[in-house]
């Protein structure tokens, strides 16, 4: 089994950051890529940024310039450093992975940004 541990959510005002932290462990021996995705109440999930193992990262047009993620491949381990955090990045946010032997996500963890 594949276990992802998500940290780092919380509450913070407009303008405020917060790092999230996801660490994968359990029967995963290689990681092809890691990323976090969000959902706000009656929205669908979408893709907030990912990381390869290599190195390329993507971003959600919303986030460029404000979130940055960064990986650990020896820890495997993805945090993503949130800055300038707006109303509108109040979400439950996701951690996932992906590996040869599937598809993985964590339970989530709430970021709630207040005006």
């Known amino acids: 089994q594949v276990q992802l541990v998500e940290s780092g959510g919380g509450l913070v005002q407009a303008g405020g950051s917060l790092r999230l932290s996801c660490a994968a462990s359990g029967s995963i021996f290689f990681i092809n890529a890691m990323g976090w995705y969000r959902q706000a109440p009656g929205k669908q999930r979408e893709l907030v940024a990912t990381i390869t193992r290599g190195g390329t990262t993507t971003y959600y047009a919303s986030v460029k310039g404000r979130f940055t993620i960064s990986g650990d491949n020896a820890r495997n381990t993805v945090y993503l450093q949130m800055n300038s955090l707006k109303p509108e990045d109040t979400a439950v946010y996701y951690c996932?992975?992906?590996?040869?032997?599937?598809?993985?996500w964590g339970r989530g963890t709430q970021v709630t940004v207040s005006a």
């Open positions: 996932n992975v992906n590996s040869p032997g599937g598809n993985y």
